[in-house]
């Protein structure tokens, strides 16, 4: 990710009014990231993406737990896509990796895109 993801990663928890902010930076580092790898979304892959950031966003701040995730409905997500989902959820010291898994969702349906 590159340097305006760092202080997402400084502040253990940011104030909820940064979350917009926060959100437009993550989803500039994540089409910069796909961008380099030749990966596209649709309109409608983004505006779920959108959708997804800003919600992980408000729980990287709100501290709010996500639900219970099986790891086993996974495991046909290349190990591409989870790295990828892996490098954002890093940047959130308050996130769980269980965050990459669902993540990894949008990147493997874009590379989808490319077939």
């Keep these: 990710m590159n340097e305006g993801s760092v202080a997402i990663e400084k502040n253990e928890r940011s104030d909820i009014s940064e979350a917009g ?3 437009d930076q993550v989803l500039a580092d994540i089409t910069a990231m796909l961008n380099a790898e030749g990966i596209y979304t ?7 993406l959108e959708s997804h950031i800003r919600a992980m966003v408000l ?29 954002v959820v890093d940047n959130f010291a308050t996130l769980p990796i269980e965050e990459a898994y669902l993540l990894s969702v949008h990147f493997e349906v874009a590379k989808d895109n490319n077939q």
């Design 59 to 87: 729980r990287s701040i709100t501290g709010e737990p996500l639900p219970e995730v099986d790891k086993s409905l996974f495991d046909e997500i290349s190990e591409e896509s989870m790295k990828m989902a892996e490098r």
């Design 42 to 48: 649709n309109a409608v892959q983004q505006q779920m």
């Design 21 to 23: 902010a926060i959100t």
